[in-house]
């Protein structure tokens, strides 16, 4: 068996060959409304010109938005007639669910015409766990990215987003993965389209059709997507940096914090005491998140002095004595030092890159005896960061150490709360949220839903204040 599976790899390897004119690449969108296609973000990337190729002909197309973070983007296409793609409302999409997928694979390799597979929904998470995407056994190729996922009814219910190459999984693992590919889920697209404003045909799940008739649907609104000067392949898995996947780490320069690629995705935030009530859903666009705490060290290299109560503690000892209105000049000048665009996170923010996909009142579970393996508390001061175990998006210290400052004004309670992951700015007394607990407090401040708050002016609280970044794509 071991012979026959090296033989096959060996095989694959020989398989592995250009397979496109590098100065013409091809891949797949879906009209929304009339004008407006969706595609992925890595079909069109470096493409000198976009060609939106219909049985009429073909038309230029100009980019509305891309994100390479959920590896979506929008076009304008002037003159393109036809049907718009039905979103399907609401999103809930199931485990074991029928999908169908059309699309235009290697143009000239299989059919021009398009090509149209069936499968099942077999995962509700994606490429390293994502929330942002799901797995189907639809078959794909490369072509088909930026394809429309449908149910049985003909509505959109995703996008392909890339097929796992099996060739080169094979020759790097030894394993030969089968049916395993990916699309954009339902929430991640309707929030995108509604970003920007986007007026969408949206409809209720309803009876299965015929496959026939699907495929039909499919036809009219599905659309061959050229890209000119691109030496990209699109369609194929994205090149190295094009769509960062979730847990990459990104530094901007020597003294800078470490960034963390967090997905986009959704979340039941909050909890059933006072303070976190109602839990509400919340829909995050893909960000970057520090991996730590900001610590002594990297504070100075941007403030020039270092504030810590703690200052022996060391340089890869987080700050812990900084106000909100400190936390905002180091955002400032680290944003003006490097061009890149950094914040605060939103407390929704906060709570997702916490739960980094639980329910559970930590990352990790509900016992608190295994607390100690992730977080610092109960500790006569901070101690350095990243000593503990990570959550599963890669970030330390999001429990305990110190409590770290949000964007958000204080609310007493989540009601009238933004649903799209943004900062809460209004109907609040002056006091800013703080999240995340400290090196002094006990289990139950240190739950990923815990909420507390300080003046802005505030630098210490007695257990410490310190922040942690995040930065826009």
């Known amino acids: 068996m071991n012979k026959m599976r090296k033989a096959l790899v060996a095989l694959l390897a020989m398989a592995v060959l250009p397979c496109a004119n590098a100065q013409v690449s091809t891949g797949t969108g879906f009209a929304v409304a009339p004008g407006l296609l969706i595609t992925n973000h890595h079909v069109i990337d470096g493409c000198t010109a976009i060609e939106v190729v219909s049985a009429d002909g073909r038309r230029r197309a100009a980019v509305v938005d891309a994100d390479p973070l959920i590896d979506l983007a929008l076009l304008r296409v002037p003159g393109l007639r036809g049907a718009a793609a039905k979103i399907r409302t609401p999103s809930n999409v199931r485990l074991g669910e029928p999908v169908m997928v059309f699309g235009f694979p290697l143009s000239g390799s299989l059919t021009s015409g398009g090509n149209f597979t069936s499968g099942l929904v077999s995962g509700l998470r994606g490429w390293k766990d994502s929330v942002g995407e799901i797995q189907i056994t639809a078959p794909v190729q490369p072509g088909n990215s930026g394809g429309p996922v449908m149910d049985a009814s003909g509505s ?238 890669g970030l330390f210290d999001m429990h305990g150490n110190v409590w770290e400052w949000t964007q958000d004004c204080w609310n007493a309670n989540y009601s009238g709360a933004p649903t799209d992951g943004s900062a809460w700015t209004t109907g609040c007394s002056g006091s800013r949220v703080l999240r995340g607990g400290s090196w002094i407090d006990i289990p139950v401040n240190l739950r990923s839903a815990t909420r507390s708050r300080n003046w802005p002016f505030i630098r210490f609280n007695g257990s410490g204040i310190g922040l942690r970044l995040a930065r826009t794509p």
Not at 179 to 186: E, T, Y
Not at 195 to 220: F, I, M
């Open 156 to 393: 959109v219910v995703g996008v392909v987003v890339s097929k796992l190459n099996a060739k080169l999984t094979a020759i790097a693992t030894g394993d030969i993965p089968q049916n395993v590919n990916f699309a954009v889920s339902l929430d991640i697209l309707t929030e995108f389209l509604a970003k920007n404003k986007t007026p969408v045909r949206d409809a209720p799940a309803t009876k299965p059709l015929d496959t026939a008739l699907v495929a039909e649907l499919a036809q009219s609104f599905t659309y061959r997507v050229e890209c000119m000067g691109s030496a990209q392949q699109a369609g194929s898995t994205p090149k190295p940096g094009t769509r960062p996947s979730p847990g990459t780490t990104i530094k901007d320069c020597a003294d800078c914090p470490e960034m963390v690629v967090i997905p986009a995705g959704s979340f039941e935030m909050g909890s059933y005491d006072d303070a976190s009530r109602p839990v509400h859903r919340v829909n995050i666009a893909g960000f970057l998140m520090g991996k730590t705490e900001i610590t002594q060290g990297q504070w100075k290299a941007v403030m020039g002095s270092n504030p810590s109560s703690f200052g022996s503690c060391g340089d890869d000892c987080p700050v812990e004595s900084v106000s909100w209105n400190d936390a905002q000049e180091f955002v400032q000048r680290l944003s003006q030092k490097t061009g890149k665009q950094y914040r605060l996170p939103s407390e929704a923010e906060w709570e997702y890159a916490a739960r980094a996909g639980s329910t559970t009142k930590y990352s990790f579970g509900d016992a608190d005896a295994q607390l100690t393996e992730y977080a610092w508390y109960g500790t006569n001061k901070t101690q350095r960061v990243a000593q503990k175990r990570p959550n599963a998006f």
